[in-house]
T-cell receptor, first 115, second 109 residues
């Protein structure tokens, strides 16, 4: 597609509920990132894929967070047993590999509210 | 110490003035530096990137990098009310971007 597509745009979850957030990157982009952005803060790195390989998951805040990209294109970020502190905007970004200076393109994000 | 530091602002400038946004970073080995603009409720959009010491100009925007001082800045000339947004500085660490908290810029008519 023309841009990075994320769904749903908004998600309200009851505390303890599991959620799944989807990211469809720009076609052909090898690199895919998930970021978490709390209100008034900059995006915080969660995890990174190159094709289907998850190369870095050092930013995932707990084992309740899990991400996958099984075929090297669409990615899903899953949060189990959601808690109020999980409320944030979850941003997905993609980029072509081999561009030492290029930035990444962000999707519109999913705003998760845990009540 | 955070890896990327920015003054949260707000930075208020009159229309037509130069807005100067600053950022410092802690990893001396960092190679690439980015400025993103984020309007309220929207996702970050890339404005510029720089990886050589000195200045890089693109229209009304100039990015400046000083690796010895671990300092990167963004100048916006002829500021317009439509430039009012949060400006995020990011530093590339291996393949991931590390962001600062952003500086909120307000341009008043």
């Amino acid at each position: 597609g023309a841009g990075v597509s994320q769904s749903p745009r908004y998600k309200v979850a009851k505390r303890g509920q599991d959620v799944a957030l989807r990211c469809d990157p720009i076609s052909g982009h090898v690199s895919l990132f998930w970021y978490q952005q709390a209100l008034g803060q900059g995006p915080e790195f969660l995890t990174y894929f190159q094709n289907e390989a998850q190369l870095d998951k050092s930013g995932l805040p707990s084992d309740r967070f899990f991400a996958e990209r099984p075929e090297g294109s669409v990615s899903t970020l899953k949060i189990q047993r959601t808690q109020q502190e999980d409320s944030a905007v979850y941003l997905c970004a993609s980029g072509p590999s081999g561009r030492p200076g290029g930035g990444y393109t962000f999707g519109s994000g999913t705003r998760l509210t845990v009540v | 110490q955070k890896e990327v530091e920015q003054n949260s602002g707000p930075l208020s400038v009159p229309e037509g003035a130069i807005a100067s946004l600053n950022c410092t970073y802690s990893d001396r080995g960092s190679q690439s530096f980015f400025w993103y603009r984020q309007y309220s409720g929207k996702s970050p959009e890339l404005i510029m990137f720089i990886y050589s010491n000195g200045d890089k100009e693109d229209g009304r925007f100039t990015a400046q990098l000083n690796k010895a001082s671990q300092y990167v800045s963004l100048l916006i000339r002829d500021s317009q009310p439509s430039d009012s947004a949060t400006y995020l500085c990011a530093v590339r660490n291996t393949d991931k971007l590390i962001f600062g908290t952003g500086t909120r810029l307000q341009v008043f008519p």
